[in-house]
């Protein structure tokens, strides 16, 4: 697909201060793709959490990561808008992307950043992502060059969680770079998996189950191969877009997280819930 490659002085971005401390570790950026349009929440960024649009909540986490810069990525100009009037800078995407990675190859061509620059994509809808673990998958890409990409995971210890397929599972290999990403258990406990979830209280000892976290950072280079990509057969397969960058021969590190996020917002009942953890914490 074809990208505009408009200078850093592009009239749709507004400039933003550097707020990266001293100690921020290594130089990186942060991306938030939004959309407006979601079948199950529709208007979802600028839907109004603690009396504050969501999507600005999402910006002031990405802010206290210690980010060089953060840019939200859109292509409606009602989510321009709002974030432009909280001090955002924000860079206009084309509608036509499919997925948030082929949205960010747009921004970093956009902006002209270098190939060997950083960026983190945060997701839109995480109003409570901990600025710790921005910080920490873009470390883990900085640390380890042979790298593209970088992610993190937890550990479950909930059978049902192992079972569910909307808790994506990771498998990784020695040097905890991925081996491949799956809706189903992996790895497959052969004694104790035969008869699948049923009866299953507790999870076998001796070895750990991870579960995905869909927070990812990647070297400029490799987003902008990515849109040039064709889809591979097990990420049409399983619905998830980072097995195409595995199938293409790309490594995956995967660091377990200094910090587990809570869930994102997809519902009315997210909304709900989110709602009242901030009442709670008093944020």
Same mark, same amino acid.
């Given at each position: 697909m074809p990208v505009d490659n408009a200078?850093?002085?592009?009239?749709?971005?507004?400039?933003?201060?550097?707020?990266a401390p001293d100690n921020a570790g290594p130089g990186f950026r942060v991306a938030i793709p939004a959309r407006y349009a979601s079948t199950r929440l529709p208007g979802k960024p600028l839907r109004l959490l603690a009396g504050r649009p969501l999507i600005e909540h999402v910006y002031q986490r990405a802010r206290a990561s210690g980010a060089s810069e953060v840019v939200i990525a859109t292509d409606d100009p009602r989510i321009q808008q709002v974030a432009e009037g909280f001090g955002a800078t924000v860079c206009m995407t084309s509608p036509a992307h499919l997925s948030g990675t082929d949205r960010l190859a747009e921004v970093a061509a956009r902006l002209g950043w270098p190939e060997d620059a950083i960026v983190v994509n945060v997701q839109g809808d995480e109003p409570h992502l901990p600025p710790a673990l921005i910080q920490q998958v873009a470390a883990g890409l900085a640390t380890h060059p042979d790298a593209?990409?970088?992610?993190?995971?937890?550990?479950?210890?909930?059978?049902?969680? +192992?079972?569910?397929?909307?808790?994506?599972k990771v498998t990784r290999d020695a040097q905890d770079y991925a081996l491949y990403f799956s809706r189903a258990p992996i790895p497959w406990h052969r004694e104790t998996f035969g008869a699948?979830?049923?009866?299953?209280?507790? +999870?076998?000892?001796?070895?750990?189950?991870?579960?995905?976290i869909g927070l990812y950072a990647y070297r400029v280079a490799v987003l902008a191969r990515y849109p040039h990509w064709s889809p591979a057969p097990t990420e049409q397969a399983e619905s998830l877009e980072q097995l195409r960058a595995l199938w293409h021969g790309v490594r995956i590190y995967v660091a377990e997280a200094v910090e587990v996020p809570p869930p994102g917002v997809d519902t009315e009942v997210d909304l709900a819930r989110a709602a009242a953890h901030f009442q709670r914490s008093g944020e």
């Open positions: 200078p850093p002085s592009h009239p749709n971005l507004v400039p933003q201060e550097e707020t593209d990409i970088a992610t993190v995971c937890a550990r479950i210890a909930d059978p049902g969680e +192992l079972f569910n397929p909307n808790v994506v699948g979830r049923e009866g299953l209280s507790k +999870l076998p000892t001796g070895m750990a189950w991870f579960r995905h």
